[in-house]
Protein backbone atom coordinates (compact mmCIF):
# COMPACT_ATOMS: atom_id res chain seq x y z
CA UNK A 1 0.00 0.00 0.00
CA UNK A 2 1.19 3.29 -0.64
CA UNK A 3 -0.51 6.72 1.20
CA UNK A 4 -0.58 10.00 -0.29
CA UNK A 5 -1.33 13.08 1.85
CA UNK A 6 -2.93 15.98 -0.51
CA UNK A 7 -3.00 19.33 0.97
CA UNK A 8 -4.26 22.33 -0.67
CA UNK A 9 -1.90 25.37 -0.20
CA UNK A 10 1.97 25.62 0.90
CA UNK A 11 3.03 25.34 4.75
CA UNK A 12 4.59 28.42 5.52
CA UNK A 13 5.47 28.08 9.22
CA UNK A 14 9.44 26.89 9.70
CA UNK A 15 8.62 25.17 12.47
CA UNK A 16 6.11 22.83 11.38
CA UNK A 17 7.96 22.44 7.77
CA UNK A 18 10.57 21.18 10.72
CA UNK A 19 7.76 19.06 12.34
CA UNK A 20 6.48 17.81 8.86
CA UNK A 21 10.03 16.67 7.67
CA UNK A 22 11.24 15.30 10.95
CA UNK A 23 8.30 12.42 10.46
CA UNK A 24 8.00 12.10 6.50
CA UNK A 25 11.64 10.81 7.25
CA UNK A 26 10.52 8.23 10.09
CA UNK A 27 7.34 7.56 7.81
CA UNK A 28 9.65 6.32 4.75
CA UNK A 29 11.10 2.90 6.86
CA UNK A 30 7.50 1.86 7.13
CA UNK A 31 5.32 2.32 4.22
CA UNK A 32 5.71 4.23 0.64
CA UNK A 33 4.34 8.23 1.05
CA UNK A 34 4.13 11.44 -0.47
CA UNK A 35 3.12 14.24 0.07
CA UNK A 36 1.59 16.28 -2.23
CA UNK A 37 1.01 20.16 -1.91
CA UNK A 38 -1.70 21.64 -4.45
CA UNK A 39 -1.13 25.32 -4.84
CA UNK A 40 -3.42 28.17 -3.38
CA UNK A 41 -5.87 29.41 -5.22
CA UNK A 42 -5.12 32.85 -6.59
CA UNK A 43 -7.30 36.07 -6.37
CA UNK A 44 -9.85 34.63 -3.68
CA UNK A 45 -10.77 37.77 -2.59
CA UNK A 46 -12.97 37.73 -5.80
CA UNK A 47 -14.63 34.48 -5.12
CA UNK A 48 -17.22 33.23 -2.82
CA UNK A 49 -16.33 30.72 -0.66
CA UNK A 50 -18.38 28.29 -2.11
CA UNK A 51 -16.78 29.34 -5.40
CA UNK A 52 -13.15 28.85 -3.56
CA UNK A 53 -14.15 25.54 -2.17
CA UNK A 54 -15.00 24.76 -6.13
CA UNK A 55 -12.14 25.64 -7.47
CA UNK A 56 -9.81 23.44 -4.74
CA UNK A 57 -11.87 20.44 -5.52
CA UNK A 58 -11.33 20.40 -8.92
CA UNK A 59 -7.74 20.73 -8.51
CA UNK A 60 -8.00 17.84 -5.78
CA UNK A 61 -10.17 15.48 -8.48
CA UNK A 62 -7.25 16.01 -10.96
CA UNK A 63 -5.06 14.58 -8.21
CA UNK A 64 -7.12 11.39 -7.55
CA UNK A 65 -7.70 8.34 -9.35
CA UNK A 66 -10.63 6.15 -9.72
CA UNK A 67 -8.92 3.00 -7.34
CA UNK A 68 -7.65 5.65 -4.86
CA UNK A 69 -9.48 5.16 -1.11
CA UNK A 70 -9.75 8.81 -0.29
CA UNK A 71 -10.19 10.09 3.23
CA UNK A 72 -10.92 13.13 4.14
CA UNK A 73 -9.62 14.88 7.21
CA UNK A 74 -12.76 16.91 8.69
CA UNK A 75 -13.83 17.66 11.47
CA UNK A 76 -17.14 16.22 11.27
CA UNK A 77 -15.22 12.40 10.51
CA UNK A 78 -15.13 9.12 12.67
CA UNK A 79 -12.96 9.95 15.61
CA UNK A 80 -10.21 7.55 16.30
CA UNK A 81 -7.31 6.84 19.18
CA UNK A 82 -3.95 6.16 18.27
CA UNK A 83 -4.45 2.15 18.48
CA UNK A 84 -7.54 2.15 16.83
CA UNK A 85 -6.36 4.48 13.59
CA UNK A 86 -3.66 2.02 13.79
CA UNK A 87 -6.22 -1.19 13.07
CA UNK A 88 -7.92 0.98 10.58
CA UNK A 89 -4.39 1.20 8.27
CA UNK A 90 -3.95 -2.28 9.18
CA UNK A 91 -7.11 -3.14 7.79
CA UNK A 92 -6.89 -1.15 4.47
CA UNK A 93 -3.35 -3.15 4.05
CA UNK A 94 -4.77 -6.38 4.60
CA UNK A 95 -7.75 -4.94 2.59
CA UNK A 96 -5.28 -4.84 -0.49
CA UNK A 97 -6.31 -0.99 -0.47
CA UNK A 98 -3.26 0.02 -3.34
CA UNK A 99 -3.27 3.47 -2.59
CA UNK A 100 -5.20 5.29 0.10
CA UNK A 101 -5.34 9.56 -0.08
CA UNK A 102 -6.02 11.55 2.83
CA UNK A 103 -7.11 15.04 1.60
CA UNK A 104 -7.05 18.45 3.87
CA UNK A 105 -8.96 20.62 2.43
CA UNK A 106 -7.91 24.34 2.58
CA UNK A 107 -9.52 27.36 4.99
CA UNK A 108 -12.59 26.77 4.33
CA UNK A 109 -12.91 22.85 4.25
CA UNK A 110 -14.36 21.03 1.15
CA UNK A 111 -16.89 21.10 -1.82
CA UNK A 112 -19.63 18.31 -1.85
CA UNK A 113 -18.05 16.86 -4.69
CA UNK A 114 -14.93 16.19 -2.39
CA UNK A 115 -17.10 14.65 0.37
CA UNK A 116 -18.98 12.31 -2.49
CA UNK A 117 -15.96 11.08 -3.61
CA UNK A 118 -14.24 10.05 -0.42
CA UNK A 119 -14.99 6.67 1.09
CA UNK A 120 -14.62 8.13 5.04
CA UNK A 121 -13.61 10.86 6.74
CA UNK A 122 -11.31 11.16 10.21
CA UNK A 123 -11.37 13.87 12.81
CA UNK A 124 -8.02 14.53 14.53
CA UNK A 125 -10.04 16.40 17.89
CA UNK A 126 -13.03 17.95 18.41
CA UNK A 127 -11.09 21.17 18.30
CA UNK A 128 -10.88 23.05 15.16
CA UNK A 129 -6.91 23.44 14.35
CA UNK A 130 -5.03 25.47 11.53
CA UNK A 131 -4.81 23.17 8.09
CA UNK A 132 -1.42 24.12 8.75
CA UNK A 133 -0.68 22.09 12.37
CA UNK A 134 -3.47 19.44 10.84
CA UNK A 135 -0.33 18.45 8.08
CA UNK A 136 2.29 18.08 11.53
CA UNK A 137 -0.38 16.72 13.46
CA UNK A 138 -1.50 13.87 10.74
CA UNK A 139 2.09 12.20 9.81
CA UNK A 140 2.40 12.46 13.45
CA UNK A 141 0.02 10.01 13.97
CA UNK A 142 0.51 8.54 10.85
CA UNK A 143 4.05 7.18 12.25
CA UNK A 144 2.39 6.76 15.83
CA UNK A 145 -0.03 4.24 13.54
CA UNK A 146 2.84 2.47 12.03
CA UNK A 147 5.10 2.20 15.15
CA UNK A 148 1.94 0.51 16.71
CA UNK A 149 1.73 -2.01 13.80
CA UNK A 150 5.58 -3.20 14.43
CA UNK A 151 4.76 -3.24 18.19
CA UNK A 152 7.64 -0.69 18.82
CA UNK A 153 8.12 1.64 22.02
CA UNK A 154 7.15 4.64 20.47
CA UNK A 155 3.65 4.75 21.78
CA UNK A 156 2.87 4.00 25.29
CA UNK A 157 -0.37 2.69 26.45
Given at each position: MKITLLVVGKT??????????KYLNRLKHYIGFNLTVIPDIKNTKNLTEAQQKNKEAELILKQISNSDLVVLLDEKGKKHSSMSFANYLNKQMIGSVQHLVFI???????????????????????????????RLFFVEQLYRAFSILKGEPYHHE
Open positions: EDKYLIEGIEIGGPYGFDESIYKRAASSVSLSDMTFSHQMV
